[in-house]
């Protein structure tokens, strides 16, 4: 435990989802206190008794509107750091500015701007995502021979994303322009801050948010669920990275120290995979569920854009967690979910 964690308490919003929990988790381990965003007592209580050991250093602040720069200004009063990871995940949306677009940007410039109220905070970390580098538009996406960096942004504007009627540009947009917001205010403003962004893609890796279980995972859990407990047959790669939660809540964590990271952007990417490839993986590793999995015959992931991570290799010395072992970890947890599950209504 550093000296600087013991005494340094961080901000987060969005605490006690499928990142947030990781998050937190981590920041504990390393001696933080955290004081954390949550939308009513009863998620705090649901962490807590998940947690008990962990929730002692933990101080949950109910906000209902992550918008209200009263509450958020006083939420993260007499902290150290920002953790930034709420955001609006949704395709159902029916109003892309009201729903997506203009929640996603306001919500981080209330953070910040409440953050710049507090000349004791030092850096603020922002959860962005990979669709605000990958041009869905080219190539269906896979791009073939084009190499990503965290100098690539996906071209979209306000207005483009606002008439829209393709919902993932839509929420993709909005991460692109939530994200650029934040840079342009750190630019304008001049706060005592820096902020540092990272850009996962799909994210795997074991649920540890107190809500998971087989019917309420999170997105991209519940895709892989579909698949492994033999609901859906769709292999499908539409998004062919992927970062460990894990990975992503030490980069976060890490960042908040890291003078390197200062006002820095960074891909947060562990690897490839593709379906067909997680079906192997667990037909070899969870045998007893061979029966359920759809039947594979491609043996190579579609050909697709390559990821450059050299930055964040370089400013953070990671090692990632390859594939396999983020796809045994998930689902030796959801499988293990499921007996207990089963157990309870027998």
Not at 11 to 31: D, P, Q, S, W
Not at 146 to 169: E, G, M
Request: include cysteine.
């Amino acid at each position: 435990m550093s000296a600087i964690a013991s005494t340094s308490v961080v901000f987060v919003t969005g605490g006690n989802g499928y990142v947030g929990t990781e998050t937190v988790l981590e920041l504990i381990k390393r001696g933080y206190k955290v004081k954390a965003t949550i939308r009513s007592q009863a998620k705090a209580e649901a962490f807590n008794k998940l947690y008990p050991a962990e929730s002692k250093s933990i101080e949950w602040v109910v906000v209902t509107d992550l918008t209200d720069e009263d509450a958020m200004t006083a939420a993260s009063a007499d902290v150290d750091y920002v953790i930034h990871m709420a955001s609006p995940f949704h395709f159902s949306f029916t109003d892309n500015v009201k729903e997506v677009l203009q929640p996603a940007k306001e919500i981080t410039l209330v953070t910040l701007r409440a953050a710049a109220k507090h000349p004791r905070i030092k850096h603020v970390v922002i959860t962005s995502s990979f669709v605000a580098v990958w041009d869905l538009m080219q190539s269906n996406g896979l791009w073939p021979g084009k190499t990503y960096t965290a100098d690539d942004w996906l071209p979209a504007t306000w207005d483009q994303a606002a008439s829209s009627s393709n919902p993932f540009f839509v929420y993709s947009a909005s991460k692109v322009l939530a994200e650029k917001a934040a840079y342009d205010f750190v630019e304008k403003e001049k706060p005592s801050f820096f902020i540092t962004t990272f850009c996962p893609p799909i994210i795997f890796g074991p649920p540890p948010q107190p809500e998971a279980t087989t019917t309420n995972l999170n997105t991209s859990i519940a895709l892989l669920w579909a698949i492994f407990s033999g609901q859906s047959k769709d292999l499908d790669t539409s998004l062919p990275v992927f970062v460990d939660n894990r990975d992503l809540a030490y980069l976060q964590v890490a960042a908040l120290t890291n003078e390197k990271a200062k006002n820095q952007r960074y891909l947060a990417v562990s690897g490839h995979w593709y379906f067909e490839e997680l079906v192997q993986i667990v037909k070899e590793e969870f045998p007893e569920q061979a029966y359920r999995l759809p039947l594979t015959v491609r043996t190579k992931g579609p050909d697709h854009f390559e990821f450059d991570v050299t930055k964040t290799n370089r400013d953070f010395d990671i090692e990632w967690i390859p594939l396999r072992k983020t796809i045994v970890d998930t689902m030796k947890l959801v499988y293990a979910k499921e007996k207990e599950e089963k157990a309870s209504k027998a």
